[in-house]
């Protein structure tokens, strides 16, 4: 069964581009990315820019609107996400606690729906 790890950090609490604790990080994402490889549990994962590049949309009356930046402000922002195939929720727990951010920011872990059954 395939799990979405949406990884959610707050800003000012994240280590800062250039220093060591941003590199020491970044190689335990690369660790992160090898060891779910494997074990045959990547799907994909990606980080995502900065919520001033979002852009919202929405439909009403059948028009397109859209709105500068993410659908909801908040002090935690969606920073990536991964996509876990593995047997059950717990296996999904097990490495979403691997991702380097969920030692400053927080994991929430849900099952993808398949509409294929």
Known sequence: ????????????????YGTPEFQAMMQGYAAFNETLKAAGAYVSGEGLRDVDTATSLR?????????????AETKERLGG???FDVPD???ALRFAAMIPSAAYGTIEVRPVMDYNI
């Open 1 to 16: 069964m395939q799990y979405m790890a949406l990884i959610y950090n707050d800003p000012s609490l994240e280590p800062a």
């Open 59 to 71: 439909v009403r009356d059948g028009k397109v609107e859209t709105m500068d930046g993410p659908f």
């Open 81 to 83: 996400y991964y996509i």
């Open 89 to 91: 929720l717990d296996a």
